[in-house]
Every structure is written in C-alpha cells, then in structure tokens.
C-alpha cells in the first residue's frame, strides 16, 4: 500500500468532512433523542455517507455523464438543501421531538448527505481514484477513506458527553448558531457552484 497517497487521501478527507465541525450540527439535529437513538443516527449517517463516496468513487463520472449532470449542479443542489435544514433550525422547528421518526432520518439528510458525503469529499474522491495507477494505489485510497469514516465516527459516539454538559438550554442555543453555521456552509455551497457554472460557461464560449 502507498502510505504518502493514504495520507494524502485521509488529510484531505478529514479537512473537508471537518468532524468537530459536525458536532454542533449534530447535536442540533440530534440533542433532543435518547442517547441509543443519537448513536444510532451517528453510525447511520458514517455509514450513509461512506456507502455514497464509495459509489461515486467508483461510478461517479459515469452517472454523471449518463444524467447529464455536472459537479457544479451536484454542488448547488447540496447547498439548496442545507439551506432547508438550516431554516429549521433557526426557527426552531426541529424543537418538536415527538415524531421520532422524523427527527431519526436527519442522521441520513442532512448529516450522511450532503455534510459528510458532501461534493467537495465526491470530487476529492473521484480525482484520486482518476489520478490511481495500480492496485497498492487503490488499496491506500479505500484505507484513507475507511480512516476518515472511523474518526467521524468516534467523534459523533462521544458527543455524547457534550450534550450532558450544555443541557437543555445549552441544546437550544447551539441550534440556533448550528443553524446559522449551515445557511453560511449553504450559501457559500451555491456560490461556488455559481462560480463553477460562469467559469465553465465563460471558458467555453472563448
């Protein structure tokens, strides 16, 4: 196995999933369900969001092609989406703990998808599988992302000790900055993609 490529891939990986960024979000999402049902939704959501980097890891240009999709559309239909959640969560309509279920599926959108298997971890991946010559370079790129899920993982399992310290009241204080975090995370999402699309646009028409 390549170590300098697993490091690189685990690097790049863990800057751009952030997981101590995650934590607040999480506990948004999650602070109001039993401690089981918290953990439950870490592990869905690590094993949502590896499920889907591995997919477009190894099929993602070629779904992209088949629909007719570019990265930047992926890019802007991520941020529209958080932008949803984020309004949620500034207005407090994720307070209301009494439909579990529903409260249960924020572990698969937003968390799984698209914070964590978000487009800038897809791209990431898709360009270091593109950029793989052999096997050994294989090997090191599903080790780096197997890497990065198990820290992800080990932080969402012990957030557990930030909820007992902030509370309640603590939880409903970092909804709303969480909530304010993931309207900035979304907009600059859409930038991005709007920038993407002007400069793919713009390049082609020269």
Do not use: C, W
């Not at 698209?114 to 800038?120: F, M, N, Q």
């Amino acid at each position: 196995m390549d170590f300098k490529l697993f490091g690189e891939v685990f690097v790049t990986l863990l800057v751009i999933v952030d997981p101590p960024g995650m934590v607040p979000i999480f506990l948004a999402l999650t602070g109001t369900l039993p401690k089981r049902d918290r953990r439950k939704a870490g592990r869905q959501a690590v094993a949502l969001a590896f499920g889907v980097i591995v997919v477009f890891a190894l099929l993602g240009q070629t779904l992209l092609d088949y629909l007719h999709v570019d990265l930047p559309a992926l890019q802007g239909a991520g941020g529209l989406l958080l932008i949803l959640i984020a309004l949620e969560l500034l207005t407090g309509k994720t307070d209301d703990a009494s439909d579990r279920q529903a409260t249960s599926n924020v572990a698969l959108v937003p968390l799984g998808v698209p914070l964590l298997a978000g487009p800038g971890a897809i791209v990431a991946t898709m360009l270091f599988v593109q950029n793989g010559e052999n096997t050994a370079d294989y090997v090191a790129i599903g080790a780096g992302i197997v890497a990065v899920m198990i820290v992800v993982l080990l932080v969402l399992r012990f957030s557990d000790v930030i909820v007992r310290v902030l509370r309640p009241g603590g939880i409903e204080v970092l909804t709303r900055i969480a909530g304010l975090l993931l309207a900035a995370i979304a907009v600059q999402l859409i930038a991005d993609s709007v920038a993407a699309f002007v400069t793919q646009y713009t390049g082609q028409a020269m």
